[in-house]
């Protein structure tokens, strides 16, 4: 059937008469939904039997003609503009209901078929109201009371003897002038008391009038205007500015946006109030216009930042390096901005509940109230006091500090629009620290309103640094965070120190550097950032004991807010009153409740680094492991290894190659069966080539260099620094050493025992080596006992307590600055180091010349071959006799070859009241070759006392000092005293 | 009467209406007396083809009678 009628459809397209065919289709598809609509059995018109009716109309139908086409198009329209309720049409089918006709089925039917009737008809219900007939013109009208007797429910319209009502259209033009009376806005408005009478000192409402009358006339007060003035009532005013106040179109604020007083709101001059004179009205309307402004002001921010806010996210083709150095909107501002307008909407919140008890009590509804302007300017003080111009005024100052300007800014809202000079950390660090500062001192004050919102409206602000804390310990870095990644390499001994650090802004020129951490973070800042780190280098190191991201509960999965974290440290001084609950503020208490925070976490973070370091990757193992090599603290190894050097040193073979020492060194290392060091870890090298000088002097040994190839992740502690100073002290000890076992050679008795001649020159000789080798033994003794040994053991001590990777590192750098200092390898005792050297020079030169005068008689317990002797004693004595050997010479070419980074730093304590010493054996004595050795060695005697003499007042300097390295110094000092007896 | 008895009335008088509007569109000629008597009938089972043709041979009974020529045909 469908099909057939669809037929005569396409038919009609076909002939160009789509108004038929869409009248045909649509009525075809009104009839489906009639149909389903009326899916009952027992109707009247079976559904099922639809298709015969159809059938039996399509078997009559003829093709359409004019009046067809008419009818389709009078159709169409009817469906398309139904019908509006023509009482006529609701009459006539009430009417239709042929079998109810009558009064009796009034009470009968209930008001619901009535309802449905007129639902189900196609139309909608009559409306009600007046106000839609009003519009009807007189003939409509007068049916209208009839038909609405009968659309009311039967109860209202039972009665055949009811009183006619009175034409609806005169009550509800009634009701509307009634309303119009009260829309004091409307230019025809008049206020209903006069404005004409004469000034009554008994009566308030004459004061505005006559005030106005008299200074009108005269033309002179500016502020009167001269337009015609209109009163309206106090209480309307009132509506009027909290309307303002929310920023919404008023009356007696009026927005500019041009002119001198542009971007704020000016009172209209034009309104007045009967009781205030203009004066009056304009002051107080001034306060409340300069409320507005800043507000206005404020809103205008938040609504800019939020469509920055929302504008970056769809716009990725800016500029990556725009996007990044200078992001217009960080996360703190727009947290901050979120807070701001929080506030706002509590103000018009606020307004709007005023605005509603004003209705409520002009309705009656409400409690009686006094409405003025006064106590408006009052309430609003006592709620919000100076919450907005303050918050407005830290917005200013911000934005003034983040452009670098100088002058004032009003118009914040460009501040998303403009470039920073400053990068968003530190933005956020100054927004937050200008907030609290503006906290506190609204606290100190006493003016807990604005220091209460002020509060909420920071600790919103700092929501998101404070979960960028939360991230970053959870090892997770934003752009934004104080925290900054130099990208160091992960196995760069600097790394840990330097691989993250604070950030930090500014510093060139005279401005001073200005850290990226915001005030009340930044006594936990440090920690944060070791516990961070922490956490970083254990993922690094997989392990994953506490801190398996994915596992639920564990490390970090709970991460407080911010405001939950102040609101527990301010629960705990609850019931203290709120004065004191909002002395809360200050940066102590705040700093001390973060502290308690992250505490547990950045502890729990560097114990577990400290424990996984000293247990999984034997860091106590490796200490001891340096300690013996460098510090010689594993003394018969080290013993030989230091007599097969010094046998190569007296063999004039090259000592210093590179695969000799470490030979020798692992030969040694390995001969015990104990195990004390793995040596595949240790290099010795040599650097500079003044193999040929170390019997000369001991500088030679300078270039010595100990590399241990520690494990990864604590090369953090034994860094190359360290391992520097380590190879210092190692060779400090080697040329003490070398110096002895060069003195210890000489075997001055008994040898020379048949030259008698000599004699009286051979007790010179010998009362010269003991003095030599008494201080020689002396430092020795002071520097292995009193200074390695003590101090290893004080160092093992605290080590053992350290509870995080930074407190290690300190420690051992604590314990190698002492080690250094009391080694006296400190640049500020250079001019005692260099004495003690040339002491040790001395030795050697002391050798030598004991040589030169009695021959090779030197006790070497290492001399393999007589032959390789004689032919180096050949050439010793040579050299001996055309060399020209001046200490002073000699140090100074030392001191400029080995040690140039030196050469600058003199000390800068120890040179104003200590004279250099000069080790004076000048080239000219050195050089005679006819000088006799007793002149040599008295020389000698005399240098070598002034040089100890030199050492022992400048030890005693050092003792008498206030350092810590005293008492130590004091020692030696104590041990030098012996010199003269 | 129930409700539903009305309701099942105003549905009739309803789909009466359109098969009424459908038939104005058709041009059947029918008028709506007419067509609620020819509806009767079908739901009284009398065979839509039939009536139609039996209306078609009245019309031209009367036609005839009249001396008119036709309107209408198919």
Redesign the interface.
């Known amino acids: 059937m469908d099909k057939l009628i669809r037929g005569h459809i396409q038919k009609a397209r076909i002939n160009s008469h789509d108004t038929f065919a869409d009248a045909l289709q649509a009525a075809l598809r009104t009839l489906k939904t009639q149909a389903q609509k009326n899916n009952d059995l027992d109707s009247e018109i079976k559904t099922v039997l639809l298709p015969a009716h159809l059938q039996f109309l399509v078997a009559l139908s003829s093709p359409p003609d004019e009046a067809t086409f008419e009818r389709a198009e009078y159709y169409l329209d009817g469906l398309s503009n139904p019908k509006r309720p023509v009482p006529g049409l609701t009459w006539e089918a009430i009417l239709a209901e042929e079998p109810f006709e009558g009064e009796h089925w009034e009470g009968i039917y209930p008001r619901s078929t009535d309802d449905q009737f007129d639902a189900q008809s196609g139309s909608s219900t009559p409306s009600l109201s007046p106000w839609d007939d009003s519009d009807l013109d007189e003939s409509v009208t007068s049916s209208i009371p009839d038909i609405d007797e009968d659309a009311l429910p039967p109860e209202a319209a039972g009665g055949i003897d009811k009183p006619y009502l009175p034409p609806a259209a005169y009550r509800h033009r009634q009701d509307v002038e009634d309303l119009q009376a009260r829309q004091y806005w409307r230019s025809e408005w008049r206020t209903d008391a006069s404005t004409t009478r004469a000034f009554n000192i008994g009566d308030a409402s004459t004061l505005g009038p006559t005030m106005y009358r008299i200074l009108g006339d005269q033309h002179t007060n500016g502020i009167a205007g001269s337009s015609r003035q209109k009163y309206i009532h106090e209480h309307d005013a009132v509506r009027e500015v909290l309307m303002a106040l929310q920023g919404d179109r008023n009356m007696m604020l009026g927005w500019l946006s041009s002119g001198g007083h542009a971007f704020s709101f000016t009172p209209n001059a034009t309104l007045k109030l009967l009781h205030l004179t203009a004066g009056a009205q304009h002051s107080i309307l001034t306060s409340f216009a300069r409320l507005a402004t800043t507000l206005q002001h404020l809103r205008m921010f938040v609504s800019a930042i939020y469509a920055k806010a929302g504008k970056d996210d769809r716009d990725p083709d800016r500029p990556m390096h725009l996007l990044n150095i200078y992001r217009q909107s960080t996360l703190t501002l727009e947290a901050f901005s979120a807070a701001v307008d929080g506030q706002l909407r509590a103000f018009n919140a606020w307004c709007a509940a005023r605005e509603e008890d004003i209705c409520r009590a002009q309705a009656g509804a409400g409690e009686p109230l006094v409405v003025s302007l006064l106590s408006l300017d009052k309430t609003i003080r006592d709620t919000f006091s100076d919450t907005f111009t303050v918050i407005l005024d830290v917005v200013r100052e911000v934005t003034r500090r983040a452009w670098r300007t100088s002058e004032p800014v009003v118009d914040i809202w460009t501040l998303p629009e403009l470039p920073m000079k400053m990068p968003p950390s530190t933005f956020g660090a100054l927004l937050l620290d200008s907030l609290l500062v503006a906290v506190q001192e609204h606290v100190s004050m006493g003016d807990y309103v604005s220091a209460d919102a002020l509060m909420s409206v920071f600790s919103g602000s700092a929501e998101p640094i404070w979960a960028m804390v939360g991230r970053w310990m959870k090892d997770e870095l934003d752009d934004e965070f104080f925290v900054e990644d130099n990208e160091l390499p992960l196995l760069d001994p600097d790394f840990w120190t330097d691989g993250f650090v604070l950030r930090e802004e500014g510093g060139d020129g005279d401005a001073p550097r200005r850290t990226a951490v915001p005030v009340f973070l930044s006594s936990v800042a440090r920690s944060i950032l070791d516990a961070g780190k922490a956490v970083g280098l254990l993922r690094v190191l997989e392990i994953a004991a506490l801190l398996d991201r994915d596992t639920p509960g564990s490390w970090m999965a709970h991460w407080p807010s911010f405001s939950a974290i102040l609101g527990t440290a301010r629960g705990q001084l609850e019931g203290s009153g709120p004065a004191s609950r909002l002395l809360f503020t200050s940066t102590e208490d705040l700093s001390q409740a973060l502290h308690d925070a992250v505490w547990l976490h950045c502890s729990l973070a560097q114990g577990t680094l400290q424990r996984v370091l000293v247990d999984e990757c034997d860091l106590m193992l490796h200490l001891s492991a340096i300690e013996s090599v460098c510090l010689m603290r594993r003394g018969d190894a080290m013993s030989h290894f230091v007599d097969i050097l010094f046998t190569k040193m007296d063999s004039k073979q090259a000592w210093n190659d590179f695969h000799f020492l470490n030979t020798a060194f692992r030969d040694v290392a390995e001969a015990g069966t104990h195990r004390w060091v793995d040596t595949s870890l240790v290099r010795f090298s040599h650097k500079g080539s003044k193999d040929k000088s170390v019997n000369r002097t001991v500088r030679a040994l300078d270039g010595f260099s100990i590399e241990y190839a520690i494990p990864f992740p604590l090369t953090y502690v034994f860094g190359p620094k360290a391992m520097q100073i380590y190879s210092s002290i190692f060779t400090l000890v080697l040329q003490i050493r070398r110096a002895k076992s060069v003195l210890e050679r000489i075997l001055v008795r008994g040898a020379m025992g048949h030259a008698s001649h000599m004699a009286s020159e051979m007790k010179a000789f010998y009362a010269m080596r003991s003095k030599l080798s008494w201080f020689v033994n002396t430092l020795l003794n002071f520097v292995a006992t009193n200074v390695l040994d003590a101090e290893v053991l004080r160092f093992h001590k605290d080590f053992r307590q350290a509870v995080s990777l930074n407190d290690m590192i300190r420690l051992h750098d604590e314990h190698l600055a002492k080690m250094e200092s009391r080694c006296l390898l400190q640049r500020n005792t250079n001019a005692l180091q260099r004495a003690i050297v040339s002491i040790l020079d001395m030795s050697i030169h002391f050798s030598d010349c004991f040589v030169a005068f009695a021959g090779d008689t030197t006790h070497d317990i290492s001399r393999h071959s007589i032959l390789v002797m004689k032919r180096h004693r050949s050439r010793r004595v040579r050299r001996q006799k055309k060399d020209v050997i001046g200490f002073s010479q000699s140090m100074q070419g030392e001191a400029d070859d080995s040690s140039e980074s030196d050469s600058d730093f003199d000390d800068d304590r120890l040179k104003a009241n200590a004279p250099e010493p000069s080790f004076s054996l000048g080239a000219s004595t050195m050089s005679a070759p006819e000088e006799s050795f007793v002149d040599r060695l008295d020389k000698m005697s005399s240098e070598l006392d002034a040089l100890v003499r030199f050492i022992r007042r400048g030890v005693e300097s050092l003792a008498a000092g206030s350092g810590e390295a005293a008492p130590a110094f004091g020692v030696f000092a104590f041990a030098l005293e012996d010199w003269d007896r | ?1 129930s ?1 539903r008895e ?11 209406d ?2 009424y ?10 008028d709506k007396e007419t067509l609620a008597t ?2 009767n009938m ?2 009284g089972g009398v065979n ?2 039939a ?3 039996v ?2 041979e009245l019309r031209r009974e009367s036609q005839a009678l009249s001396g008119k020529p036709a309107t ?3």
């Open positions: 009467m409700s009305s309701d099942r009335i105003t549905a009739a008088q309803q789909t009466l359109i098969l509007d459908i038939s104005q569109l058709l041009n059947t000629g029918l020819c509806v079908i739901e839509p083809e009536l139609a043709a209306i078609q209408n045909g198919r």
